[in-house]
């Protein structure tokens, strides 16, 4: 990777992590600038705005859910499929009672106003929704598929922000030993 | 009131309006101003930080919600409180597809960093929690009466999430009819 790109990447991970721990809102182009240890001055050369920053944690983080749902779809079994979804939230349970789930925040956040920015958070969530309502298709659930796929992540946003409001990481461990269960029995 | 209540409490009004439309880390003591028709300068007379407003829209805030407990309370039937809490989620879902869910996203913004505002968010959704609770335990549910507590309420701020994600508020009327009938069964 070249110089230029390692710089470009190594503002694009400080934004991705700042946004997350800290809000996008109350993140600055100067906090980016000191954890990347890029000068401010030379942040403009690859991005003019905060918003420009935020569209490639994005993309960033839009890639790195592809690659776990082709992980997962490499599982056997569909249900072993959903299984490992679940158990990913459980596996972030500790960061989650720090900072929330890291699509549900930012989604919360931005929809406040709609803007291009927050259409591309709504697409983020729009593909796991899609990807979990081919899941229950695959179950041969039919018309149905969509409800399950909306109750399921509604649950597990739920549970993320009762994770984060009362900062107990074993809340979402459990309740994500139920939604397993639940994929058994639906 | 007194002239001087009336500007605090024009104040705390539109905080209170702009935490909830736009976030609290991206209001400004200047927006509240602007909005309340007080002067910027004498904003500090009555408080002296946006956290010491956020403060006060805090105890709006959680007067408002014992208010709606108090009203609940004198339903005749328990299912016919947890029907009204639920309810009340439905009625605001035009506004919840605009900025979310009122406690949800403030628990959300202000708990990735641990601090006395935070506290007191946490003690407004440990409220709500408890009221829940409550009910549950007059259904005769005993120790499960908390379990259902957190499923209600996680599911409630779930769909909340999603209905504002997907800016739709006919998934949360639908969402809570479901939850209606859950309550039926339970």
Same mark, same amino acid.
């Given at each position: 990777?070249?110089?230029?790109?390692?710089?470009?990447?190594?503002?694009?991970?400080?934004?991705?992590?700042? %946004?997350?721990?800290?809000?996008?809102?109350?993140?600055?182009?100067?906090?980016?600038?000191?954890?990347?240890?890029?000068?401010?001055?030379?942040?403009?050369?690859?991005?003019?705005?905060?918003?420009? %920053?935020?569209?490639?944690?994005?993309?960033?983080?839009?890639?790195?859910?592809?690659?776990?749902?082709?992980?997962?779809?490499?599982?056997?079994?569909?249900?072993?499929?959903?299984?490992?979804? %679940?158990?990913?939230?459980?596996?972030?349970?500790?960061?989650?009672?720090?900072?929330?789930?890291?699509?549900?925040?930012?989604?919360?956040?931005?929809?406040?106003?709609?803007?291009?920015?927050?259409?591309?958070?709504?697409?983020?969530?729009?593909?796991?929704?899609?990807?979990?309502?081919?899941?229950?298709?695959?179950?041969?659930?039919?018309?149905?598929?969509?409800?399950?796929?909306?109750?399921? %992540?509604?649950?597990?946003?739920?549970?993320?922000?009762?994770?984060?409001?009362?900062?107990?990481?074993?809340?979402?461990?459990?309740?994500?030993?139920?939604?397993?269960?639940?994929?058994?029995?639906?």
């Amino acid at each position: 990777m070249s110089r230029k790109n390692d710089k470009r990447s190594r503002l694009v991970d400080a934004a991705d992590k700042l %946004i997350y721990q800290q809000t996008f809102n109350s993140t600055t182009l100067a906090d980016i600038a000191t954890l990347a240890d890029v000068p401010l001055g030379n942040v403009y050369y690859y991005f003019k705005t905060k918003e420009d %920053i935020l569209k490639a944690v994005i993309q960033k983080r839009t890639a790195n859910l592809e690659e776990h749902f082709a992980a997962w779809e490499k599982l056997p079994s569909t249900k072993e499929r959903l299984v490992a979804f %679940i158990e990913q939230s459980a596996t972030d349970a500790e960061t989650t009672a720090r900072f929330g789930s890291e699509l549900g925040s930012l989604c919360q956040e931005l929809s406040k106003n709609s803007s291009e920015i927050s259409e591309l958070t709504t697409n983020m969530m729009r593909s796991v929704l899609a990807w979990v309502e081919k899941q229950f298709k695959s179950l041969g659930k039919g018309e149905r598929s969509l409800t399950l796929a909306e109750h399921l %992540i509604a649950r597990l946003q739920g549970v993320s922000l009762l994770t984060l409001t009362f900062k107990d990481p074993s809340f979402l461990q459990q309740q994500s030993k139920t939604l397993e269960s639940w994929i058994e029995t639906v």
